[in-house]
Each structure stands twice: as structure tokens, then as C-alpha cells.
């Protein structure tokens, strides 16, 4: 364990070199990779067989906010601001992509009869572009 964690800290120190934009979509991308798993396992367990995917989509997105949420204040920002008041608004700013996501996956699953996966993702891209514009300024913000 010893061996480790220099090896650990030191791709993590080469991480936070590359330039910003890089480290926001690599850590987009471990997220989505995280959260596929997470919405993967909600899905199969999921008794809802009715609704079974927009619950599901929406039982993630609660997991998502608080793991994107830590991996992009640690991997990609770095932030030193207090970590409840930045979750605090993590949550805030994205209640309403979970909202519109939920309603988004509804329509292409229900309405649409898009495949759950493919609605996944296309609610995930959606709410990826809103966060490349707006999750430094107003989640990961020092003050």
C-alpha cells in the first residue's frame, strides 16, 4: 500500500497539468462510465417495469450529482471552497437538467419507443452540454 500511494498521487499531479478543458471532459467521461455501470444495476433491479427506465434515469441522476460532483471538484477544479456549500449547489444547478432529463428520458422511452440505453445517453449528452457551460462558474466557484 505504501508503493501505491506515491504512484497514486503522482498520476494525479500529472493529471491536474493538462489543461482544464481536458481534465472537465476526461472526467466527464470516467463519470459517464460510472454512472452507465450505476444506471445499469438500478435498471435491473428496478421492480418499476412500467416506468422501469425514467426511474431508474432518475434514481441515477441523484448518484450522479454527488459522484460528478466529487470527481470533478477533485480531479478537474482542485476547489478549496467548503465542500457542503459547493455540493449544496451542485445540487441546486443541476435539479433542473434532473428534471428536464427525467422528462427528456419519459418522452424518448414512452413516447418515442427509443431504446432505454440510447435514451441514456442522449439525456447524458444534454446534460453534459449544460455542465461544460456552466459547472465552473456556478458549482465549483471559490467563493
Known sequence: MEIARPRIAGVI?????????????LTGILGALLGLITYELLYGLNP???????SSWSANWVFSVWRQHALHRWLTFASSAPYLRSLGRAFAFYAASGVLG????????????????????ICLCGGGLISLLFLKTFVHRET
Request: cysteine-free; glycine content about 4%.
Open 13 to 25: 499531479a500529472r493529471y491536474h497539468r493538462l489543461p482544464v478543458r481536458a481534465r472537465l471532459v
Open 48 to 54: 418499476f417495469a412500467r416506468y422501469r427506465a425514467t
Open 102 to 121: 427525467a422528462w427528456a428520458n419519459f418522452q424518448l422511452v414512452s413516447g418515442l419507443g427509443v431504446n432505454h440505453r440510447a435514451a441514456w445517453f
